[in-house]
């Protein structure tokens, strides 16, 4: 059974930093593309970073992008990510996925297990 699980969330004032994980299991791990979404109350999910399968090449969006860093360890089925310069609107619950591809994506569509999700929020 495959299975997902991020921890890490919690709450922090602006400009503080989080590192959230995730550890897979019931699936090989080494070449899938991983990547993190986050979805606010009232909003639609949206990607957030992605990662190739030997963490090569790394995506983001544009509003975490120089304050969000993606990162993989194959040999412990772990993704990461470092979260600094934090601010409210990054206030979300933050979800891992495993996708079907070697290479990173931003489309929910191509990834096929996802976490439970942890909370993140950023208070002023």
């Known amino acids: 059974q495959v299975s997902l699980v991020e921890s890490g969330g919690g709450s922090v004032q602006a400009g503080g930093s989080l590192r959230l994980s995730c550890v897979v299991s019931g699936r090989t791990f080494n070449t899938n593309a991983m990547g993190w979404f986050r979805q606010a109350p009232g909003k639609e999910r949206e990607f957030v970073a992605a990662i190739n399968w030997n963490g090569g090449t790394t995506y983001y969006t544009n509003s975490v992008s120089g304050r969000f860093t993606i990162s993989r360890d194959n040999a412990k089925n772990t993704l990461y990510l470092q979260m600094n310069s934090l601010k409210p609107e990054d206030t979300a619950v933050y979800y891992c996925?495993?996708?079907?591809?070697?290479?990173?994506?931003?489309?929910?569509?191509?990834?096929?297990?996802w976490g439970q999700g942890t909370q993140v929020t950023v208070s002023t």
């Open positions: 996925a495993q996708s079907q591809r070697t290479f990173g994506s931003s489309r929910p569509d191509d990834y096929d297990y």
